[in-house]
Structures are given as structure tokens and as C-alpha cells.
């Protein structure tokens, strides 16, 4: 459990490697820049950063869409079809979308793995970003099952 | 599903596979299948195969202690499992 993506790191690495292509619809760095930023929100540990990660602290993101990749990142279950509806009006396509979302679902489940694996080897860890940010996601929601609002 | 692309976009062959998998199962197909179908050089390829070998491969954990596991992340992240 030396490296910080644990057991499956080459299957990880090929997978962030594919989200991270040159080629695409959204400019690799702004994909880049998404998902550092989700995992960050995610939990990972500030350091050390991997070379793929210096100077992307969020700005290559429009704050539109950084708005977006922070819920994806948080809460997904609370975005809703107006959000995706204002991002296609302010000129995002489909796929610049699709590629936003995957980079952000990305980026935030490796924060928490690695936070994950940084606590199962004893490592302090960062504040939890969940829980200055409401209630815990069990808190039963008025809305029922996945239908919470902001 | 909310974009439209990922919908009905898919190249010939996923949407053949869509479309025997609608067939056979007589069902609709699932998002999450529609969205790793996708461009799946961009993600769904590697994610599956990611998937594979944390959920099926050699593993201290047997595979319906993982699917547990799985199921309980998603109920934290309030995601149908």
C-alpha cells in the first residue's frame, strides 16, 4: 500500500490518463484543472502533488461551471436538469459537459480514496470539506430519496 | 438523462450492443450502461475495466462483501445502487 492510489494504480492511471487526453471537447488543462479541483474537494491530501497538478488551482474553470464541478464533486444527487440547462445557454455543448461531469465524478472519488488509503496507513488528514458544507448525506432528505434541493 | 448526446449520440456499434441489450432484456436500457457506451475511449473503456478488477478480480474481500461496500457508498452519496 506504498503508492497512493493503492493496489489497482496502473488500472487508475489508465483511467485518468483516458479523461486527461489531449483530445476532446474541453480543453485537456480545464479537464485537468476539474479534476483537481473536485479532488481536492474530495479529500486528498494536499501533498505531495503529482506533477500533473501544480498551477491548477481552479482557475482555468469559468466560475459557471466551476459552480457545477463543485456540486458534482459534493452532492451530485442535487443537480438538476436547470442546471445543466443554464450551462447549454451560456454556451457549453453536450459533450463539454459530459466531460466536465466525468472529470469532476473523477477527480472527487480519487480525493476520497486517497484519503481513504492515506488514513488506513495512519496519516493525518485533512478536515473533512463534507462537513462544513450541511447536513450529512444520511440525513433524511424532506424531498425523499435523491430529490433534495439546494 | 440530461444530455442529450449522451442519450442518443452513440457510434454504431454501442448502438447495436444498446439495442441487442434493450432486446434481450426487454427493458430500457440503464443511464449508467448508455453513459459508459458513450465515447468509451474517453471513460467508459477504463472505467470498466477498473471496475472489473475491484469488484470481480483477487481480492482479500469476497465479491458480495464489495458489492456491499458499493452499495453502501452509494446510499451516502444518496445514488440508486
Known sequence: MDNPSGRYAALTKRLVDSVLAPSGHMASDARQAVLARAARLGGRPSSPLSQRERGTGGEDIPPALAGYVDKVALHAYTVTDEDLAALKRAGNSDD?????????????????LERGLSALRGESSPPDPLSTLGPHPLTPSPFGRGGTRE | MRLRTVEHGHRLPQRLKLLLIRVVSMRRVPDVVKTLFYRPEFFGRPMCDWTQAVMRGPSPWSVGERELFAAFTSRLNQCVF
Open chain 1, 96 to 112: 463539454v459537459l459530459f466531460e466536465a461531469t466525468v472529470s469532476a465524478a473523477l477527480g472527487a472519488a480519487l480525493g476520497r
